[in-house]
């Protein structure tokens, strides 16, 4: 026997076992691309159909983002919320019957008007624009010739349209009923709303996931309000500065109101707003006015104080957390104009906001909010 193999055998060091890693998150299985189109389109054609049940409760909570600062504010006054509710209910009611009644006869006047203003206003673009006119007919009249064709003005068909004397009379009461809606359900959204939310918040499984859907809500809740609310601030200082404008210009101060009120209310419309507001002031220079110069100057006054908000005092009260990207922004217009009309185009951004604000607080979707910016 040789001595190596009788020397024992060292004791085996033991391995300490691999720790256990944790188990990999399988992947979130993704739906087809068919599926999803379908969806989407299913959505979209959902928010068409339902839009005379939806419209009402969208502005009403629009409205009452509006009023939860002043309910706030009211709230620590020791004012029951009720009672809050209440007061910014028959105070905003106020000041719109009263704009309404102050704006009324002069809106009025102006749609009276409508046919013989823009019969004034026709001789004065002809001759303006005369020149090319007198060169496009010239051309027109020289192609024909060398193409041989008949010069001889072609024959226009005219349809005519009549009008059915009931239809006001049943559309009248509709519109009344979803005002009356839109104002009733303004006020329940701001006295029940917090009760509403906080009780569907309970239903949340866990006390973590009730924790974190209380602060998202109520952040969100406080920018969006914030933000509507400083938006409408801006937006009527734009009208009152107009409304300055124009009557220091000679305009009557109800006329001059009138306008200020447009272009306030256009204002919650970025690009599209604006433009229309240019092209009514154009037209109102050029019947107010004789002279080329001084009708452009309404429409120049209008463009110039819009700059100013646009560039200047947005952007500085609001700074970039609200900022939204020009081309995001020209879509969601588009998007909302063409699927809810004029309504759509004015909740276009303070939906867009929020959706830009919803997808920031939530983990893994801050990307998709930057790429709104």
């Known amino acids: 026997m040789t001595p190596s193999d009788s020397a024992p055998n060292p004791p085996a060091t033991a391995v300490p076992p691999p720790a256990s890693e944790p188990a990999a998150t399988p992947p979130r299985p993704r739906g087809p691309v068919s599926l999803l189109v379908l969806a989407t389109l299913a959505l979209g054609y959902t928010l068409w159909a339902a839009q005379e049940l939806l419209l009402p409760i ?30 910014v209910m028959v105070g905003g009611l106020a000041v719109a019957g009263a704009l309404t009644l102050q704006l009324a006869e002069p809106a009025g006047e102006w749609v009276r008007q409508v046919p013989k203003e823009l019969k004034q206003v026709g001789p004065k673009l002809r001759q303006m624009t005369k020149p090319f006119q007198d060169a496009n007919r010239a051309a027109q009249n020289f192609a024909r010739a ?5 010069t001889a003005r072609p024959v226009q068909v005219v349809k005519t349209e009549l009008d059915d004397p009931y239809r006001a009379l049943t559309s009248t009461p509709k519109r009344l009923a979803q005002v009356l809606a839109v104002v009733l359900l303004t006020f329940f959204f701001m006295v029940f709303g917090e009760s509403l939310q906080r009780n569907a918040i309970a239903l949340l499984p866990s006390q973590q996931k ?41 305009t009557p101060l109800q006329e001059a109101l009138l306008w200020g009120t ?61 900022r939204l990207s020009p081309l995001v922004l020209m879509l969601a217009l588009m998007f909302f104009g063409w699927l809810w009309g004029i309504v759509g185009l004015l909740l276009a951004v303070p939906l867009l906001v929020c959706v830009k604000l919803v997808l920031a607080r939530i983990d893994g979707l801050e990307g998709w909010a930057r790429l709104l910016e």
Request: proline share 5%; glycine share 12%; hydrophobic share 55%.
């Open 58 to 87: 969208l502005l009403a909570a629009f409205f009452a983002l509006v009023g939860n600062p002043i309910l706030r504010l009211l709230g620590k006054l020791r004012l029951p919320r009720l009672l809050g509710a209440l007061i």
């Open 146 to 150: 060398a193409g041989g064709e008949n």
């Open 210 to 250: 009730k924790k974190l859907t209380i602060d998202i809500l109520h952040s969100i809740e406080r920018e969006i309000s914030r933000y509507v609310l400083t938006i409408s601030l801006i937006n009527t200082g734009l009208g009152l500065a107009l409304a300055g404008a124009l009557y220091a210009l000679g």
């Open 262 to 322: 447009m272009a306030a209310l256009l204002n919650f419309a970025p690009f599209v707003g604006p433009l229309i507001g240019v092209a009514v002031m154009l037209v109102m220079g050029l019947v107010a006015f004789d002279q080329l110069g001084p009708s452009l100057l309404p429409a120049g006054l209008y463009l110039g104080l819009h700059t100013i908000e646009s560039q200047v005092v947005t952007p500085l009260v609001l700074g970039r957390r609200m």
